[in-house]
């Protein structure tokens, strides 16, 4: 590059996907319409749990219009039941059969029993009204707790609840908590939320002369197309999966779900494309939910606060069935249990439970949010047990800046880190003591005023295989990536990546990698994703893995075009091909710059056929990259909140974020990630929770009382960032998709508590909804 | 949305409107701004046979000083109260959801549906306003403190159409109304209305409002006789407000328990009192 042209990485570009999206010209599954499709609507169950008795589709069936009324039996011939793809080494997993359609019973509300299919959407969801079920009720397991103790099962065949139990342990936990002079114990709630994705899911399923087509709304179109074609018994190949552009996902299209199934399987059988939508109260009560977990936590430290010793034993609840991935979640915070902190002996105890409940999964963040909480929950709370200042109690234990990479106590290694400059920065923004005098000041005049800090680290980038795959955490698939660039004729640049991004804004970040290594413009660089039909294998977008691991494999496969290049350029240019460099849009001999070739010269001769010897023609490269680590994002949050004391209610005033996600790609892209992941966090500290009543029946079944944060609850968000490179790929990069999430709710608990402190509050769960908080204050107050 | 199947009619006046309701029978709907009667029927939790939309009917959409009262008109839209001079009813619109809401749904929908979570029935009762009502044996006046008779129940009969809603002018009142919500654009959990009058420094009428409350809107009784002729200070309000859940029964839900509910009623009672006495 010459001195003058910018890099386009690390530019705030404007996102590449953002025209066809606010004009309304992007295309989801909805917008994609097949001549003959039928329609497709699922009958529920209405239960939490009971017995089918009988299914009575006579009415259904005879309506007009109406093709086929399908039950768990009519698919009888299916491969097997809905995949769960952990198999961790060592560990028992109970893993009852889950099927597309139920089978015999059915085990929490919405569980499908039945599907319509008919020319019309209208008149299916009016047969499906007709579809006669008689159940037998049987006895609910709701209480995560009282499920775990015993009877009434849901699975009776079991004879228990458990799914699982699995330990991660480091240190010698005994001696830490003999060494420790103050041990506390609290009892931290991750309550149950949904991932709520603004389009929910839809699939549109087209099975002709022995090939199928899927489109589906999902995170992972690889993957769906693994397990159908197993399921269905076809050829992996014969499979073609598409995810068009999709409107959200949160994780909760990170799954292979039973309507994918369903509609593959339906148009195979009847011979016409299939297409469902998914509704709203569908998606509340069947799409995978996230978080649910009790945790009994126990710190030990010294009296000049050196932590010794952290237990934490988990109880889950994984709800009805195991889905794709829901017993491992848990075991993704396990990693990070001890957060930003050289703690000696760090265990956890999980132990999974089935409840009648809709199944658990990947939720935005996925056990790093709530091992995150806890930790950062348990600082405050010991600083104040040892009468020492939060943030010093955090530094006395921050893992120092020249330990990196620093191997910690559950056995991986944080890539990179420097906490103390996160903490440093963040305070350059929040004046403590400025703060605190204007929180007594308030107090006088009745307002409840309070600031929480989280300093969180996190670990993301799923990959690489060798620690993900079956040999190492027990998932069924290694967690590289892939990436393929091919620049045409005319020196524009087509990229296919494995990720399947699905608001992220990837599009725009990888054209800034391929096109400052490439000496074009970003707006010539495509980006496809998301269709197992063009690039090649992928593994999709889900822990914050698409930049560091895919976004690390585009730049690994544009560098081999670039070398590729670089010689045809050498052989025309008669210089050495470790001469070529790229600079002012022009391949050129370093130092003189004023004779080069741009990239569509370079094509023109790759694709003409005048290479140099030996060479093979063509212009395009592909890789698949496997790196050798995680990443490790990590920062300082602050939060500031108002509590109004007569009637419990939260409000965020201030709200500061100083994240390290490494080299910034594009600080726009990262600004909406932490954006959205923070309100992901204070959504789910003070208003969203899946709450289900004690006979299982779904209580928040819409955005009625699904209590989704909107722009009018949350703060203006105040950003800034540290710059820590990684080391784990070539560009320095690190995942940001989760990090806001993961470190939010701490910072705002700590922020209540601290607010609530002169009334006597020293402890509280989520979610912090007024009603609680109200309570949380008289109880204190009657003490 | 995929709603039940139903027969659509639009008419252009109130006797149209009249007349299609008796003659569609017991499953017929007047549409008006749609916001709570489609909602319903997307989760088809209602499926009339037939929609009869009034939303065209002319000469309904406006607000009017009559003498010592206002007359609003049936299709007003929340968002047209909020912006106009009727004392209360505008600040009680004002915090109704969010602007897409204000600017399709009506104070006549909003009395007609009858929810005791809604804003406006509770204010129209707290200033002992009434309603207009036409039917196939003409015009009737309905006063608000008949209207509401159970949840989701009032007192206009299936082939009744609300055409007008009738307040006081209350000059020389003051006014507060205190909602409680989780979110800007939620129903209210429980909301306080009031007005209040005040010479040489007494309470001289006191009109107190209950949203949420009971399976109605609720008047505040205890409250007002309470304070009625009580000097107008922060501590004949705060043991005024005291009383706010007397006689009231509310159900527990999601966000509140019937303690908690009736604790807010209190809280938001003396709020609202303060609000209203509070100088212009
Ligand atoms: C997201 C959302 C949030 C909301 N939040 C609030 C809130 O915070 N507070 C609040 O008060 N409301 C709220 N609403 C409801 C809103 O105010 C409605 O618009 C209003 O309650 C009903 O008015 P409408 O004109 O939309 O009535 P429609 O939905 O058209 O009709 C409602 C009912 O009244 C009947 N009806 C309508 N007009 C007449 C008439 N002239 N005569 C006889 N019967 C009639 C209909 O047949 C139907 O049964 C909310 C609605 C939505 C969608």
């Known amino acids: 590059m010459s001195a003058t042209a910018e890099p386009h990485v690390g530019r705030p570009l404007r996102r590449k996907e953002d025209p066809r999206l606010i004009t309304g010209r992007a295309r989801y599954v909805d917008d994609i319409s097949l001549p003959g499709t039928l329609w497709a609507a699922f009958v529920r169950s209405p239960e939490a749990h009971a017995s089918i008795v009988s299914i009575d589709t006579s009415a259904a069936t005879a309506r007009p219009g109406i093709h086929a009324v399908l039950t768990g039996e009519d698919m009888a011939d299916l491969a097997g039941p809905l995949p769960m793809a952990w198999a961790p080494p060592g560990v028992e997993v109970n893993n009852p059969p889950h099927w597309p359609l139920a089978r015999g019973s059915v085990k929490h509300v919405g569980d499908p029993v039945a599907v319509v299919l008919g020319e019309d959407r209208y008149a299916v969801v009016d047969a499906a009204e007709d579809v006669i079920v008689a159940y037998e009720p049987l006895p609910v397991a709701i209480d995560p707790e009282q499920a775990i103790a015993g009877a009434p099962y849901v699975h009776p065949e079991l004879g228990t609840n458990q799914v699982h139990s699995w330990t991660l342990a480091g240190g010698d936990l005994e001696a830490g908590f003999a060494a420790a002079d103050v041990t506390i114990q609290r009892r931290v709630i991750n309550h149950r939320i949904a991932g709520a994705p603004i389009e929910p899911r839809g699939v549109l399923a087209d099975y002709r002369a022995g090939a199928l087509t899927l489109h589906t709304s999902t995170q992972v179109p690889h993957f769906v197309r693994l397990f159908v074609a197993l399921l269905l018994g076809l050829s992996e190949e014969k499979v073609r999966v598409i995810a068009p552009e999709v409107g959200g996902g949160f994780g909760a299209k990170l799954q292979v779900y039973g309507e994918e199934i369903v509609a593959c399987w339906a148009s195979r059988a009847l011979g016409r494309p299939v297409k469902w939508i998914e509704t709203r109260s569908e998606n509340m009560s069947v799409t995978h939910q996230g978080r649910d977990q009790i945790a009994t936590v126990r710190m030990g430290a010294t009296r000049d606060g050196q932590i010794t010793a952290y237990h934490v034993k988990i109880l889950a609840d994984l709800g009805a069935y195991n889905m794709l991935l829901t017993p491992l979640i848990p075991s993704l915070g396990a990693f990070v249990m001890g957060g930003c902190y050289k703690i000696g002996a760090v265990t956890t105890e999980i132990t999974g439970v089935f409840t009648n409940k809709c199944p658990t999964d990947a939720i935005r963040g996925a056990g790093r949010p709530e091992a995150t909480h806890m930790i950062e929950v348990m600082m405050d709370q010991m600083a104040r047990e040892l009468g020492i200042d939060r943030l010093d109690l955090r530094r006395r234990n921050f893992i120092p800046k020249e330990d990196f990479p620093a191997a910690v106590a559950t056995g991986v290694i944080y890539d990179s880190g420097d906490y103390v400059a996160s903490l440093d920065k963040l305070l350059e923004h929040v004046d403590v003591d400025a703060f605190r005098a204007e929180q007594a000041q308030l107090r006088e005049q009745g307002i409840y005023r309070g600031i929480g800090f989280s300093t969180y680290t996190e670990i993301c980038g799923l990959a690489p295989s060798r620690i993900t795959g079956p040999a190492g955490v027990g998932v069924g698939a290694g967690l590289w990536e892939s990436a393929m660039v091919r620049v045409h004729n005319t020196g524009a640049v087509t990229v296919y990546t494995g990720t399947s991004p699905h608001g992220q804004g990837l599009e725009t970040a990888f054209a800034q990698i391929v096109a400052d290594r490439l000496g074009v413009d970003p707006s010539v660089v495509e980006v496809i994703h998301g269709d197992t039909g063009t690039g090649p294998e992928g593994r999709g977008t889900y822990g914050s893995r698409s930049l560091a691991n895919g976004g690390e494999a585009v730049a690994k496969a544009t560098d081999k075009v670039v070398a590729k290049a670089a010689k045809i350029v050498a052989a025309e240019l008669e210089a050495a091909p470790e001469d070529i460099e790229v600079s002012g849009g022009k391949f050129s001999v370093k130092g003189s710059p004023e004779k080069g070739m741009t990239l569509a010269e370079v094509a023109g001769i790759a694709y003409i056929g005048a290479v140099p010897e030996g060479m093979e023609p063509g212009l395009e490269e592909t890789t698949f990259n496997d790196p050798e680590n995680f990443v490790f994002p990590f920062g300082a949050h602050a939060c500031i909140v108002d509590v109004d004391t007569a009637t419990g209610k939260v409000n965020v005033v201030r709200y500061v974020a100083v994240d390290d996600c490494g080299n910034p790609v594009n600080p726009l892209l990262i600004a909406g990630q932490v954006h959205g992941g923070i309100a992901y966090g204070i959504g789910q500290a003070l208003y969203e929770h899946v709450v289900y009543d004690d006979d299982g029946q779904l209580v928040t079944g819409s955005f009625v009382n699904y209590a989704l944060p909107t722009a009018a609850e949350l703060p203006n968000f105040e950003l800034d960032h540290t710059i820590t490179p990684s080391p784990s790929n070539s560009m320095g990069v690190k995942g940001v998709g989760e990090a806001g999430t993961i470190a939010a709710t701490p910072a705002v608990t700590n922020a209540v508590i601290d607010a609530l402190a002169p009334l006597g509050v020293d402890y509280i769960n989520m979610p912090l909804t007024p009603m609680r908080v109200w309570r949380t204050i008289q109880e204190a107050q009657a003490r | ?280």
Not at chain 2, 65 to 79: E, F, K, M, Y
Not at chain 2, 246 to 258: F, V
Request: charge should be negative.
């Open chain 2, 1 to 280: 949305m995929i709603t039940a199947e139903f027969d659509y009619q639009r008419v252009s006046s109130v006797a149209d409107a009249v007349a299609a309701l008796q003659a569609g029978g017991e499953d017929a709907k007047l549409l008006a701004g749609g916001h709570s009667l489609v909602p319903l029927m997307k989760l088809r939790l209602a499926a009339p046979s037939r929609l009869i939309d009034i939303s065209g009917v002319p000469g309904l959409a406006g607000i009017e000083r009559d003498g010592a009262q206002w007359r609003i008109g049936a299709l007003t839209p929340h968002a047209r109260l909020a912006a106009s001079d009727v004392g209360l009813l505008n600040r009680v619109a004002a915090t109704i959801a969010d602007p897409q809401v204000r600017n399709r749904g009506t104070i006549g929908g909003s009395l007609a549906h009858g929810d005791p979570a809604s804003d406006l029935p509770a204010a129209v009762l707290a200033l002992d306003g009434s309603v207009v009502a036409h039917g196939p044996d003409g015009e009737r006046t309905i006063a608000a403190s008949a209207f509401f008779s159970d949840y989701m129940e009032t007192a206009l009969a299936p082939d009744e159409m609300l055409c007008e809603v009738r307040v006081p002018a209350m000059d020389g009142y003051g006014f507060g109304y205190e909602k409680f919500h989780r979110r800007a654009e939620d129903w209210a959990v429980v909301a306080v209305a009031a007005a209040v009058k005040v010479l040489d420094g007494a309470c001289v009428d006191v009109r107190v409002a209950l949203t949420n409350m009971a399976s109605t809107p609720l008047r505040a009784g205890a409250v007002e006789a309470a304070l009625r002729g009580q000097p107008a200070t922060a501590e004949a309000v705060a043991a005024a407000a005291q009383r706010a859940a007397e006689g009231t029964d509310p159900p527990a839900d999601l966000d509140a328990d019937a303690d908690y509910k009736c604790h807010l009623a209190r809280v938001l009672c003396e709020r609202a009192l303060v609000a209203a006495l509070a100088p212009a």
